[in-house]
């Protein structure tokens, strides 16, 4: 009886078993690459990923991109089905002159929904202005339900990519 259970006390301190974990370091570093500026510095994570995050192991490299529409935070998630997600908040960047919108309000769009495999197309009046990379309420045409918020990819086209 004390044997199989050595054994597991073994396997659970074993370093491979500890390895079980996404490493907040790597999500630091990706997060460094990303952003183009160090931990604490303006433009750059206020501070390192939290170490008692215990995320499963991702199969793919995350998927970052920024959040909200003064990009105060970036997303970094795990692109698989079911895939963990984390919000990281930046320190402000100086301002700099802010970016032209490419849609206006009211304009018609055409939304984007990607995901694995296939893309949806369909149009749709934004309701909100927005420059390239900000994210704007839209509203399909035919449609009187609430807006969606859709990123907007290029003039005249808004999207969104699914998990």
Do not use: H
């Given at each position: 009886?004390?044997?199989?259970?050595?054994?597991?006390?073994?396997?659970?301190?074993?370093?491979?078993?500890?390895?079980?974990?996404?490493?907040?370091?790597?999500?630091?570093?990706?997060?460094?690459?990303f952003t183009?500026?160090?931990?604490?510095?303006?433009?750059?994570?206020?501070?390192?990923?939290?170490?008692?995050?215990?995320?499963?192991?991702?199969?793919?490299?995350?998927?970052?991109?920024?959040?909200?529409?003064?990009?105060?935070?970036?997303?970094?998630?795990?692109?698989?089905?079911?895939?963990?997600?984390?919000?990281?908040?930046?320190?402000?960047?100086?301002?700099?002159?802010?970016?032209?919108?490419?849609?206006?309000?009211?304009?018609?769009?055409?939304?984007?929904?990607?995901?694995?495999?296939?893309?949806?197309?369909?149009?749709?009046?934004?309701?909100?202005a927005g420059a390239?990379?900000?994210?704007?309420?839209?509203?399909?045409?035919?449609?009187?339900?609430?807006?969606?918020?859709?990123?907007?990819?290029?003039?005249?086209?808004?999207?969104?990519?699914?998990?």
């Amino acid at each position: 009886m004390l044997r199989p259970l050595a054994a597991l006390l073994l396997l659970t301190a074993s370093p491979a078993f500890a390895q079980q974990v996404t490493d907040p370091a790597a999500l630091d570093r990706a997060v460094e690459a990303f952003t183009g500026a160090p931990i604490g510095a303006n433009g750059g994570a206020r501070q390192p990923v939290d170490r008692r995050l215990r995320l499963a192991p991702c199969p793919a490299q995350p998927a970052l991109e920024y959040y909200g529409k003064a990009r105060e935070s970036v997303l970094v998630r795990c692109p698989v089905a079911n895939g963990w997600r984390i919000f990281v908040p930046l320190n402000a960047a100086p301002q700099t002159q802010e970016a032209a919108p490419v849609i206006a309000r009211g304009e018609a769009v055409a939304i984007l929904v990607q995901g694995r495999g296939f893309t949806l197309s369909r149009q749709g009046e934004a309701m909100d202005a927005g420059a390239a990379g900000e994210w704007i309420r839209v509203r399909p045409l035919g449609k009187r339900n609430d807006p969606v918020r859709a990123q907007v990819l290029r003039p005249g086209t808004v999207g969104m990519r699914l998990p």
